[in-house]
């Protein structure tokens, strides 16, 4: 776009035509919230033609041999079929055809014990342990892939949902001292509050059953590293 600087006028380049010009990676999230006719407006860059800008006189700017375009969605791009991702739109089957698609799974349970424990280091790692095959098994609930129960879940952990519970747990511990389990307390206001009642009765008894395994209790309070 056009700016003043230092009493000039400019043309400003935005992170697109930067990336293609000096062969940086853009990266363009959350794109399958961009309406259709919008994104198909980038047809011509993913086909490896110049960027036109009209707005500075119909520069053309070449891609360089690094440029590299890559997007993230919650969506394949053919709409949300769960409800789960309200606001998603269904692309253009000529800009989806465009791209080479990878399904990204969590992170494997010893690198979110990690980052769990970098997040909230006063948490003792077995309970990081625990938390993260808790994830996983509420993770397996979601998706039906489950033994442990029959019945389906429709909220699910993601590894922001994770931190967020290992924080608040941080946080409430003080309230083991009045007889209220800080996990469970931390697990309804990370989670459980945004299930339906048969699934918050669900989540409660998977925990109480996972936690009951390892030397940490589920009422247990939490216990600051020294």
């Not at 029959?150 to 009045?178: C, D, H, I, P």
Request: glycine share 8%.
């Amino acid at each position: 776009h056009l700016t003043v600087k230092n009493g000039n006028m400019e043309f400003e380049y935005g992170p697109l035509a930067l990336a293609m010009r000096y062969g940086g990676l853009f990266l363009l999230n959350e794109i399958d919230l961009i309406s259709p006719e919008v994104s198909a407006g980038l047809n011509s860059v993913l086909d490896g033609s110049p960027l036109c800008i009209s707005e500075n006189g119909g520069e053309l700017i070449k891609p360089h041999p690094m440029f590299c375009f890559a997007a993230t969605a919650n969506t394949n791009g053919g709409g949300d079929e769960t409800g789960l991702y309200q606001g998603t739109l269904r692309q253009n089957l000529a800009f989806s055809d465009r791209f080479i698609l990878c399904e990204m799974g969590y992170p494997k349970p010893e690198v979110e014990e990690g980052l769990l424990k970098e997040r909230c280091p006063s948490l003792p790692a077995e309970l990081c342990k625990i938390m993260v095959s808790y994830a996983n098994e509420v993770r397996s609930l979601f998706m039906g892939e489950s033994s442990a129960m029959s019945n389906s879940m429709e909220v699910t952990f993601s590894t922001r949902s994770l931190f967020r519970w290992g924080s608040l747990a941080v946080r409430y511990q003080a309230l083991a001292k009045q007889g209220i389990q800080p996990i469970a307390y931390a697990l309804d206001r990370a989670l459980a509050f945004r299930a339906n009642r048969e699934s918050r009765a669900m989540l409660h008894e998977l925990a109480q059953r996972m936690f009951a395994t390892g030397s940490v209790a589920y009422a247990t309070p939490l216990k600051k590293d020294t």
